[in-house]
């Protein structure tokens, strides 16, 4: 547990430090961008309070949770519904397979959407270059570029880390 805590705040650290090195968004052309979501967006938020907070935890309704994508009043609900479960037993086992059969078919739904993936995402970038033209890869090949730098002093460090370790139990025991 300490390897993994230690390891994502290095990592989170690591991240800081090349993003305000490299500044790798200041690249990007945002002068024709789409921002009516992001006003859409502001519009819909409000001052944190605890009670907003509160009543916002608990769904009015599943299916208005699931339609409008809330996340956490769909884990709320779930954890309520499988604590009713579990608390009648055998009685909820019906249900329970019932659900489990579904979600066996949603998933193959989900596969077989899975397989156009490919062909949504050609035509995304398809959009992308016809708008911005070939110039936009350029960015990405930058951005990339960044990324592959933060992986691999990543790796160095966790590695460095994992070999004086290894070395220090090695060769000098206690």
Not at 30 to 54: C, H, I, P, R, Y
Not at 139 to 161: E, H, K, N, P
Request: charge should be negative.
């Amino acid at each position: 547990m300490l390897w993994f805590v230690t390891a994502s705040l290095i990592s989170l650290l690591l991240g800081l430090l090349l993003v305000n090195f490299f500044h790798p968004g200041t690249a990007i052309d945002l002068s024709n961008a789409d921002t009516a979501g992001a006003k859409e967006l502001v519009g819909k938020t409000q001052e944190f309070s605890l009670q907003k907070f509160v009543e916002h935890v608990i769904p009015k309704s599943v299916f208005e949770a699931m339609a409008n994508n809330e996340i956490l009043q769909i884990v709320i609900f779930s954890i309520f519904f499988g604590v009713a479960c579990t608390a009648l037993g055998v009685y909820a086992k019906p249900l329970i397979h019932a659900l489990e059969i579904a979600s066996h078919i949603i998933l193959k739904m989900v596969g077989y959407v899975m397989n156009f993936a490919p062909l949504g995402v050609f035509g995304a970038i398809a959009a992308v270059i016809a708008t911005k033209g070939l110039g936009v890869f350029s960015f990405y090949g930058q951005y990339l570029l960044y990324f592959l730098v933060g992986i691999v002093l990543l790796w160095a460090i966790m590695l460095s880390v994992g070999f004086f370790d290894f070395c220090e139990i090695v060769f000098l025991p206690c």
